[in-house]
Nanobody, 119 residues
Framework: EVQLVESGGGMVQPGGSLRLSCAAS????????MSWVRQAPGKGPEWVSA????????NFLDSVKGRFTISRDNAKNMVYLQMSSLKPEDTAFYYC????????????WGQGTQVTVSS
């Protein structure tokens, strides 16, 4: 059974930090690109960051560049999103996504973790 389980969310004050983790199982994790996608209340999904299979290439939403980092540990089947200098506009449900870089681009999603940035 494929599973992506996010953890590490919570409430933090503006300027604070959180590290989200995503534990993967049931598929060949090292063969999948990994992403974080968020959805704020009343808004559509927003892609945040991605990392390729080997971890050598990363990309970020412009509004989080310099504040967020993404990393992965293929030996542990884990992907992380380190979030710093958090802003109220970062408040959202954060989802972990695995997508194969090969046709048919099979994709898996986690159940999400809530991040709330508020004073």
């Amino acid at each position: 059974e494929v599973q992506l389980v996010e953890s590490g969310g919570g409430m933090v004050q503006p300027g604070g930090s959180l590290r989200l983790s995503c534990a993967a199982s049931g598929f060949t994790f090292s063969s999948y690109d990994m992403s974080w996608v968020r959805q704020a209340p009343g808004k559509g999904p927003e892609w945040v960051s991605a990392i390729n299979t080997g971890g050598g290439s990363t990309n970020f939403l412009d509004s989080v560049k310099g504040r967020f980092t993404i990393s992965r540990d293929n030996a542990k089947n884990m992907v992380y999103l380190q979030m710093s200098s958090l802003k109220p506009e970062d408040t959202a449900f954060y989802y972990c996504n695995a997508k194969s870089p090969l046709f048919p681009r099979t994709s898996y999603w986690g159940q999400g973790t809530q991040v709330t940035v508020s004073s």
